[in-house]
């Protein structure tokens, strides 16, 4: 069989997916000496499509080879970036810095550089966000300007553009079709076919994969860091969401739920801790939902999901696999001294055995994400978030009764189809009730596929969207300052990120609850009983200070000492 025939006989499983492949691949071999078709009737057998055991047996004359080494339509040299620079921008969650830093180590492997100056790229990559018309909005206009870019580029050193992501996922024909200049798309789950993609896109083809995986976890990926001077990292657990809330795109562009191995994920945090990463976010659309079905004892297989009285699911029960408490603790105990925060939870699970673990480890962070997304029943009801008004405001003091120190935060929409000015006012009583210490307040954007997009209208205007938006913003507010203006007094354990954004004097870190502290940069004791030795604060300590002063977004304090969490938490018993 010849080489173009080896290449091609792959692309006959999904001729519809690998068009843009065969087509590239036959216009490659047009200006050799033998006619294309001649070559294609010599190409590949029958028995080239049986994935059998590698073996060669004779019966008479008759000599039966069967194959069982994948023959790729692409040769291997191919895929490498031959050391092309790649730049990357990034929109929307911490899961997309996330996933760039997965697509940056799958690229770093196959010979690509990494840019910061788009001025010098070979490759642009955008990762997307989808979950709000404003987002796409911001990326269709950023587009227009890369096209602009690319067609005043000398065609020696042409430019790719690549758009990646939930956006890529939602809308690939219309980024076709619409934005020529996108070279490549693909997908949250297509992430290890780049160089495959890319080296398609550099033919002139277009280059796509979205299609969603069932078990697709990145689990065998090590991310490389994009931002090699920060002490903090992303760690994804899972991917994708099963909870179906009629607002919400992530379940249509991030597929099903599913969990990475509870070892892959202890691998990542000793690599980060090696690396003097000092505190670690677990990521994943659904986190409190985590399963870890890969190691599960007879017992585990036989638990069931709980979730806490008074929540609900659209799905079936989950039988089997090692909970999120599991997962917690086990992180608690293999990097002790690194501090563990999660985010996006979902208020349904929130069983006793993780709150009573997160009050157990005191690496494990007293911040918890709750999202409410609205304080009306009736529209928590159409939102499909399973539970009701009354329901979370009992979660919500089981949360403070086990954890007493926790900050609290929350996600709330506004202009949800059909809100009335009722509906709206128990949202601000509950922002009020509550108190939260952060906020992520958004007015309503309809998106396609969604089941709001089939079932209901959206019928709130647009000015009394923002109205209501300010509104939230403004209860929040004045109750964020009321928490924060407890911990002036209160001694803190604060993990310096850097520099302040508006002075070299001082620096900028986060205590426990997450809460932006500033302070004084020098020289400080130790340790606490260590008086005599000291040393100047850097990016990575971990510093006792003692808060002075507060506001509705951050708090100031005096540096004390030098100290580690341990140390910090036996001195606070």
Request: proline share 4%.
């Amino acid at each position: 069989m010849n080489a173009l025939g080896r290449q091609l006989f792959k692309c006959k499983f999904n001729q519809s997916r690998y068009k843009p492949v065969i087509t590239s691949l036959a216009r490659s071999h047009q200006t050799q000496s033998t006619p294309i078709k001649d070559r294609l009737r010599d190409g590949p057998s029958f028995q080239d499509f049986l994935h059998q055991q590698s073996t060669t047996t004779t019966v008479g004359e008759v000599h039966q080879v069967e194959r069982s080494v994948d023959i790729p339509y692409l040769p291997r040299e191919s895929l490498l970036g031959q050391r092309r620079k790649v730049f990357f921008e990034i929109y929307g969650c911490q899961m997309n810095t996330n996933d760039t830093e997965i697509v940056w180590s799958i690229l770093k492997s196959h010979d690509f550089q990494r840019t910061g100056n788009i001025k010098d790229a070979d490759v642009v990559l955008l990762m997307t966000c989808a979950i709000r018309d404003g987002a796409e909005s911001t990326i269709w206009n950023r587009l227009k300007h890369i096209r602009l870019m690319k067609g005043k580029r000398d065609e020696a050193k042409p430019l790719q553009i690549g758009v990646l992501g939930c956006m890529a996922e939602r809308l690939k024909k219309q980024l076709v079709e619409k934005e020529q200049a996108v070279d490549v798309v693909a997908g949250p789950d297509s992430y290890k076919d780049l160089p495959r993609l890319l080296a398609v896109g550099q033919s002139g083809q277009k280059a796509i994969n979205v299609m969603l995986s069932l078990d697709e976890t990145y689990a065998d990926v090590m991310p490389v860091k994009l931002d090699r001077k920060s002490r903090t990292a992303y760690v994804s657990i899972m991917r994708g969401c099963d909870n179906m809330c009629s607002y919400c795109i992530v379940p249509f562009t991030r597929g099903r739920e599913r969990s990475r191995p509870i070892s892959s994920i202890r691998k990542e945090a000793l690599n980060l801790q090696d690396k003097g990463i000092k505190e670690i976010t677990l990521l994943g659309q659904n986190v409190n939902s985590y399963r870890d079905t890969s190691e599960c004892s007879e017992d585990t297989e036989k638990q069931a999901s709980i979730l806490a009285p008074g929540f609900k699911t659209v799905y079936k029960t989950k039988i089997g696999g090692l909970r999120f408490a599991e997962l917690l603790m086990d992180l608690a105990v293999t990097v002790p001294e690194m501090r563990i925060r999660f985010t996006s939870p979902h208020p349904k699970d929130f069983p006793n055995a993780v709150l009573e673990t997160i009050a157990k480890y005191p690496n494990i962070c007293n911040s918890l994400h709750l999202p409410a997304q609205s304080g009306s029943s009736s529209v928590l009801e159409r939102m499909r978030r399973g539970y009701t008004r009354e329901a979370y405001l009992n979660l919500i003091d089981e949360v403070r009764s086990l954890i007493p120190d926790v900050t609290l935060s929350s996600d709330f929409i506004c202009g949800f189809c059909g809100e009335t000015d009722e509906e709206f006012s128990e949202t601000i009583s509950l922002i009020r009730q509550v108190k939260y210490h952060t906020a992520f307040l958004f007015a309503y954007s309809m998106r396609e596929k969604t089941t709001a997009h089939r079932r209901y209208e959206d019928d709130v205007p647009e000015e009394k969207k923002q109205q209501r938006l300010r509104e939230m913003i403004a209860a929040f507010r004045a109750g964020a300052e009321q928490l924060n203006r407890q911990f002036v007094g209160r001694e803190e354990l604060v993990l310096v990120e850097g520099f302040s954004k508006r002075s070299k004097d001082d620096l900028s870190g986060r205590n426990d609850g997450n809460i932006k502290v500033i302070l004084p940069s020098g020289d400080v004791p130790m340790g606490h009983s260590n008086a005599d030795e000291r040393k100047t604060i850097v990016s990575g300590d971990y510093v006792a200070v003692k808060i002075v002063e507060s506001n509705s977004q951050i708090l100031k304090g005096v540096p004390l000492y030098h100290t580690t969490i341990s140390e910090f938490a036996a001195r606070k018993m």
